[in-house]
């Protein structure tokens, strides 16, 4: 059974950072692409990044381009999002997710197992 437990998530001032981790287990974790999603109180989930197979392609939603960087380490079974600069509007409960194929998607419906979510707070 595949399985996805994010960590590292917390309280925060705006400009600070924080590394969220994302262990995973049950399928051979280098065969497929990884991402974060996120979603906020009120809103619906959005793309966040994503990271291909082998780690040599990502991709980012504009927002957080220069801010964020996705990385993986195959080795351990782990995908981590370092997460620079943070602003109160990334404020929310940020998702793991194991793609069903090897390249990287900003789409959802890509992604069949999906982790609990850790909360990200950004206070003003």
């Known amino acids: 059974q595949v399985q996805l437990v994010e960590s590292g998530g917390g309280l925060v001032q705006a400009g600070g950072s924080l590394r969220l981790s994302c262990a995973a287990s049950?399928?051979?974790?280098?065969?497929?692409?990884m991402a974060w999603f996120r979603q906020a109180p009120g809103k619906e989930r959005e793309f966040v990044a994503a990271?291909?197979?082998?780690?040599?392609?990502?991709y980012y939603r504009d927002s957080v381009k220069g801010r964020f960087t996705i990385s993986r380490d195959n080795a351990k079974n782990t995908v981590y999002l370092q997460m620079n600069g943070l602003k109160p509007e990334d404020t929310a409960v940020y998702y793991c997710?194991?793609?069903?194929?090897?390249?990287?998607?900003?789409?959802?419906?890509?992604?069949?197992?999906w982790g609990q979510g850790t909360q990200v707070t950004v206070s003003s």
């Open positions: 997710a194991s793609g069903t194929g090897r390249g990287t998607s900003s789409e959802a419906w890509r992604y069949d197992y």
């Open positions: 049950g399928r051979t974790f280098s065969n497929y692409a």
């Open positions: 990271i291909s197979w082998s780690g040599s392609i990502t």
